[in-house]
């Protein structure tokens, strides 16, 4: 199984960014996906989830109504649109998949399969 994060840069605050996802050795749909963040000296945090035929997502609090995160799974990739950056989204930005549905999907072990991550500055 492999995971692919792209899309990460520097953006100026208020700016957006679009990650992308690319997954492969996996039958993507059966996938619960999510994207989690660290930033400089924090421990990793919960993104956003997506439940693996799309319907249920769920958001931490830090960025919902902000970020928005959707899949296609015939092309076996999740996104996160992130609008209005704030510079305390400056972080890694993993991606992770799940076989174990939507229960307790915030939590880093409901994960087996990573990413390496991707980069994102965002300016103040």
């Known amino acids: 199984v492999q995971l692919v994060e792209s899309g990460g840069g520097l953006v100026q605050a208020g700016g957006s960014l679009r990650l992308s996802c690319a997954a492969s050795g996996l039958t993507f749909s059966n996938y619960a996906m999510a994207w989690f963040r660290q930033a400089p000296g924090k421990e990793r945090e919960f993104v956003a989830a997506?439940?693996?035929?799309?319907?249920?997502?769920s958001y931490s609090d830090s960025v919902k109504g902000r970020f928005t995160i959707s899949r296609d799974n015939a092309k076996m990739t999740v996104y996160v649109q992130m609008n209005s950056l704030k510079p305390e989204d400056t972080a890694v930005y993993c991606c992770?998949?799940?076989?174990?549905?939507?229960?307790?999907?915030?939590?880093?072990?409901?994960?087996?399969?990573w990413g390496q991550g991707t980069h994102v500055t965002v300016s103040s």
């Open positions: 992770a998949a799940s076989p174990y549905g939507t229960t307790f999907w915030s939590r880093e072990p409901r994960y087996d399969y």
């Open positions: 997506i439940s693996g035929n799309g319907i249920i997502t």
